[in-house]
C-alpha cells in the first residue's frame, strides 16, 4: 500500500527566525500539516485514491470527495509554500521576467500583499502563470492553483495558524517579513520553467 509520508522542511525549524519562529514551524509543520497527511492516508486508504500521485488526488476528488481534496490540497499548499521560502541570509532576487510582467518589483509586491490581506478567513495568496499569463489570485482555506489549470510560482499560506503566534492578528507585518527576508526567488524561477 502506497502511503503518503510527510515531506521533510528544506531547512531547520530555527532556519526562518526571527521572521517565522522555530514554534510556529513546529506546530505548523509537525502538526498542522502532520494532521493533513495523517488525514489524507486514513480517507484514501482503500478507496481508487489510495495509489495516486498527490496531485492526481487533488484533481480527481475536486469537487466530488470535499475532505480528500481539502486534505491533499493543503498537504499540496504547504510542501509548496514551505519551499517559497529560505533563511533570511541567503537572499535571492525577484526574477526580472516576473518584476516586469507587474510593472516592476514593487508594483508586484504591493498587489501581492493587497491580494494576501484581502483574503477573508482562512486562504492562500498566489503568484501564478496562468497559460501564457503571470497573475495573482487568492484561494479559499485549501483551494489551490492546480485544481485550476494553473502553475503556482509563489504563496503565503495566510490562515491564521502560520503567523499567530509571531504575529497575533499583524498579517500585514507577517507578509511583509516573508517577502522582504524569507522568499526563495530561486524557487520561484524554477517554477516559471515549468
Ligand atoms: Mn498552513
Not at 515531506?7 to 519562529?21: K, R
Not at 488525514?39 to 495509489?51: C, F, P, R, S, W
Not at 486534505?71 to 518584476?99: E, G, I, W
Request: hydrophobic letters at 40%.
Amino acid at each position: 500500500m502506497f502511503t503518503l509520508t510527510q515531506f521533510p522542511l528544506p531547512y531547520s525549524e530555527t532556519a526562518l527566525a526571527p521572521y517565522i519562529s522555530a514554534e510556529t514551524l513546529n506546530y505548523h509543520h509537525g502538526k498542522h500539516v502532520a494532521t493533513y497527511i495523517k488525514n489524507l492516508n486514513d480517507l484514501i486508504t482503500g478507496t481508487k485514491y489510495a495509489d495516486m500521485p498527490l496531485i492526481d488526488i487533488i484533481k480527481e476528488s475536486d469537487g466530488t470527495d470535499q475532505k480528500i481534496f481539502n486534505n491533499a490540497a493543503q498537504v499540496y499548499n504547504h510542501d509548496f509554500f514551505f519551499n517559497c521560502m529560505r533563511p533570511a541570509d541567503k537572499k535571492s532576487t525577484v526574477p526580472v521576467k516576473l518584476a516586469d510582467a507587474f510593472g516592476g518589483t514593487d508594483k508586484l509586491r504591493d498587489q501581492f500583499k493587497a491580494a494576501a490581506l484581502s483574503v477573508f478567513g482562512s486562504g492562500w495568496a498566489w503568484i501564478v502563470r496562468d497559460g501564457d499569463e503571470y497573475k495573482i489570485i487568492t484561494t479559499a482555506n485549501a483551494d489551490t492553483p492546480i485544481a485550476h489549470g494553473m502553475t503556482p510560482l509563489f504563496t503565503i499560506d495566510v490562515w491564521e495558524h502560520a503567523y499567530y503566534l509571531d504575529y497575533q492578528n499583524r498579517r500585514a507585518e507577517f507578509i511583509d517579513a516573508v517577502w522582504d527576508n524569507l522568499a526563495n526567488w530561486d524557487f520561484v524561477a524554477e517554477n516559471m520553467e515549468l
